[in-house]
């Protein structure tokens, strides 16, 4: 008897600590829950501001168009000259410009420029070739550049051919062997048809058959 009242204590006792231990968490959750209700969180930093390094109105300048203009006295197309140019496809843009040239000139069929056919060669398509040439070349290629160098040597074809590099050693170089690059010698392009280019004319005269065109047109 005595263990059954011991017994019955005992759980009376468990009993009466586990209401105690809720009637605590009880108090506490609602203490809990009263302080959260009470809580102002502190005010969140404003964001910063990011001020980029250009105005919100700019706009690049417009690049200026420096094209060369197309023109031709006889009605030549001069475009896929000038797209071969453009690429640096400078060995193809040669090959056009001799082609062209020969058109212009009305000597298809004879494959070569004369001394008269030069001599009376329309100025604004000279002009024209030049200037492309001049243009994607930075300055390194074309007939005004040959010119220059023509000048510079003393009006010599022989030293301006050493110059160019168009003859080495008192070797005329091939057509193959021709640099098709924009790092070749100043004047080196355009060479034309024949190992001395347009500076003689076909018929293997002596005397240079371009520089004096090129004066009376002002190129």
């Known amino acids: 008897?005595?263990?059954v009242i011991g017994t019955l204590i005992a759980l009376i006792a468990a009993g009466a600590t586990a209401v105690q231990a809720w009637v605590v968490w009880k108090q506490h959750q609602v203490e809990e829950a009263e302080r959260l209700r009470k809580f102002t969180p502190p005010p969140r930093p404003a964001a910063p501001v990011i001020t980029s390094v250009f105005p919100t109105t700019y706009s690049p300048p417009p690049i200026p168009y420096v094209g060369v203009v197309l023109a031709s006295e006889v009605g030549a197309?001069?475009?896929k000259l000038q797209d071969l140019l453009v690429a640096r496809k400078y060995k193809e843009a040669d090959q056009e410009t001799a082609l062209l040239m020969l058109w212009v000139a009305c000597r298809e069929?004879?494959?070569w420029l004369d001394t008269e056919s030069i001599n009376e060669?329309?100025?604004?398509?000279?002009r024209t070739?030049?200037?492309?040439?001049v243009q994607n070349s930075n300055g390194r290629f074309g007939f005004s550049v040959q010119k220059q160098v023509y000048n510079q040597v003393g009006k010599d074809f022989g030293k301006f051919s050493d110059q160019v590099k168009w003859r080495v050693n008192g070797n005329w170089k091939g057509y193959n062997e021709m640099i098709w690059e924009v790092g070749a010698p100043?004047?080196?392009?355009?060479?034309?048809l024949?190992?001395?280019?347009w500076w003689k004319d076909g018929s293997g005269g002596s005397?240079?058959?371009?520089?004096?065109r090129l004066v009376k047109c002002n190129i």
């Open 1 to 3: 008897m005595e263990w």
């Open 77 to 79: 197309n001069y475009t």
């Open 109 to 111: 069929k004879e494959g």
């Open 121 to 126: 060669f329309p100025c604004q398509d000279l």
């Open 129 to 133: 070739i030049d200037q492309l040439w």
């Open 186 to 192: 100043l004047g080196h392009l355009p060479r034309g």
């Open 194 to 197: 024949g190992a001395k280019g």
């Open 207 to 212: 005397i240079s058959s371009l520089e004096p």
